[in-house]
């Protein structure tokens, strides 16, 4: 069988959502900061929009946990500036502080203190009245579905449910912006549907929330920005949507083939023959069960492919979007930069 | 409703759970106790009320070195994993990036750290008090002895807790700390000794050569002025105006500086400074 690759290009894309007369809740321009003879942030500037969920990629060691770190106050970087909620935090950190709550990607519990202990200490340590707090970490073990825990000691929670009680120690608070690095780290599929579905409910609240992350698929689900760095630098930032059409407009579109009729080989020939013909198709690549094909163009293209092999005959087992495409710009932007 | 001092209330509350404190606690007073009745149960004792005053200044002066000894080889530990324990569970970065000051999460572990140690000493004050039965041993002697070891104990355990800020690991921290515990208190007396040797005193009222400014930053110095019958207790020095301090109060203000410059430090070097650009 023969299969297309033709050459994907990328065009620039609108790098902001927010309008010129709204302040981003999180900014930083041009962060430098040096581990010895390493630079991990190389004049790194990113611009989270309000009410947000901003998702942050990039490879390892591509500066995403130290630029969290310097927004949340813990490190000093040597170049650069950062504002959170227009606050310059070089001005005020302790102000900031108060604003932000910071869940890092590997965090330890005090173990000999129970979960409603923890959750008090942090309140205190926030200058949150006894009262007050008692009652709004009653609402957060709710809402993390720890309720049944709280006199538990922490030492003997699973490594979920630590996550969930460090989420929850983040809210005690009541920040307005979230920094959270890797928070589905280690956890089960359904632990992280339900860590996903938490940071979605937060953002309807009203909450802006940084969140770095591997799993590009859950970062494509739920965030409504994404920021890709590498080696320091934002390669882009924007919308979600935008990000993804990025690449000449092009789309993935997963196409599944019926092999019971004819044999599948030909029917996958003869299905690549027509796609081929179609305008925009840049490339088609083979799949367990069918093709996906990469279409530049709008919904209308994507539908000709569809009448096209319906129009041939090809009996046409399922046709959708395919939910990757997140994962290829990021291949691509990064491997271009690998590239120069 | 006062609020304690958050990291504070949550070290106190830890570290009397469970039965290991009381058992520690019961464990030193019975301790001291077996010290005590070896010396009063020496067959050379003697059984004249004359020589009773010689059997309270022994018994104090055991009494005071076991209890100095526990302060100079415990205070240390009980602070030492005070910054790097934390760093070490990663537990630091959150405890920094909270609304906490510097200055409230250093007091906060020094107290924390050194409450149980002051625990100690003041549970040993009704063992200490049988000095009174026998006498030779005067209030403002028994007080200034106490002076002594609550400013050794701030001194070894903000030194301690400087020392957790440097460090990255709690074991290094620790073993950092005995050394400098022993380098201050041991080192210090050999060097005093050995800068003092050469140097006669011109006092015939007073043998004791003049103390070496390194003296005045040993514990121990300001033990061994502060015990009955002191050799030290001639070298009071006339400060100016109405005041003469004597040599274990130097000592003491020697030691409270040092600490206050501990703090200062552990304060400054816990958070990374931000400086506006």
Known sequence: MTVQHLPMGAVPATDLAATA????????????????RTRALNGLSLHVPRGS??????????????????????????????????RLLTTNPAAVRSKIGFMPDFFGVYDNLTVSEYLDFYAAAYGLPAAESRRTNAELLELVDLASKRNDLVENLS??????????????????????????????????????????????MGKTVLVSSHILLE????????GIIQDGRLLREGPVNVILGSLKGARSVRIGLMGEVVPATDVAARAVEVLGRQPGVSDIVPTEDGLEVTVAGDD?????????????GIPVLHFARAASSLEEIFMHLTESDDQG | MIRVNAVLGKELTTRMRGWR????????????????????????????YAEAANMGKTLFTWLAGFQMALIIFVTPASTADAISGERQRQTLDLLLATRLSSPSIVLGKLV??????????????PLFSLVFLFGGVSPDQFVSMFVVFLATTLLLGSMALFISTVTRRSGAAMVISMLCTLGLSVGLALLSVYLAVPTASNNPACPMPPIPITAYFDPLLGFAAALPDSAFACSAHASGGPFTLALWQEQVIADLILAALFILASVRLLRPHWSSR
């Not at chain 1, 302040?23 to 321009?29: I, K």
């Not at chain 1, 539908?303 to 129009?311: F, G, H, K, N, S």
């Open chain 1, 300 to 312: 209308a293209a994507t539908a000709a492919l569809l009448r096209a092999l319906v129009e041939a």
């Open chain 1, 53 to 86: 969920i901003y998702g942050f990629v990039g490879p390892n060691g591509a500066g995403k946990t130290t630029t969290l770190r310097i927004l949340a106050t813990l490190l000093a970087p040597e170049g650069g500036e950062a504002w959170v909620d227009g």
């Open chain 2, 21 to 48: 404190a009381a058992a520690i606690i019961t464990g030193y007073l019975a301790f001291l106790a077996a010290v005590s009745l070896a010396v009063l149960s020496n067959p050379n004792a003697p059984p004249s």
């Open chain 1, 219 to 226: 970062l494509a689900e739920m965030c409504s920005h994404i």
């Open chain 2, 112 to 125: 924390a750290g050194l409450a149980f140690d002051v625990l100690l000493i003041l549970c040993s004050l």
């Open chain 1, 21 to 36: 007369a709204e302040t981003p809740m999180l900014r930083a321009e041009g962060l430098v900061k040096t581990y010895g």
């Open chain 1, 159 to 204: 490594r979920g449910m630590k996550q969930r009680l460090g989420l929850a120690r983040c809210l005690v608070h009541n920040p307005q912006v979230l920094l959270l690095d890797e928070p589905a780290s280690g956890m089960d599929p359904r632990a992280r549907y339900e860590m996903r579905e938490i940071v979605k409910e937060l953002q309807r």
